[in-house]
């Protein structure tokens, strides 16, 4: 397949040099798309802990089912090793 880059509104055909290294950061992006899902399902398992964080506050009596529910977040990545099982990967219902 034949790759153009433009320059100043031109079609110029990718040298073999600009071919090759264009293959080679397509492949190191496609390899690490787990750790870019896993990295994302962290974030958004973050956003969901803080919501709950000052229930964990010395002065308030956390449900076990809020107790429960957090440590399910805090579990949710183990286990996985791959794109397909963290994109599948749901999260708990908060109670």
């Known amino acids: 397949m034949t790759r153009f880059k433009n320059i100043n509104g031109e079609n110029i055909e990718l040298t073999v040099a600009e071919e ?13 798309a787990f750790n870019r899902a896993l990295e994302q399902l962290r974030k958004d398992r973050n956003k969901l ?3 709950t964080d000052y229930l ?3 002065d308030v009596t956390m449900s076990s089912a809020m107790t429960t529910y957090r ?5 949710i990545t183990a286990g996985l090793d791959t794109v397909e099982k963290v994109e599948a990967k749901e999260f708990p219902t908060k109670p």
């Open 56 to 58: 964990a506050l010395s």
């Open 20 to 32: 090759l290294a264009k293959n080679t950061e397509e492949l190191a992006y496609s390899n690490d």
């Open 49 to 51: 802990l803080a919501q």
């Open 71 to 75: 440590q399910a977040l805090r579990d």
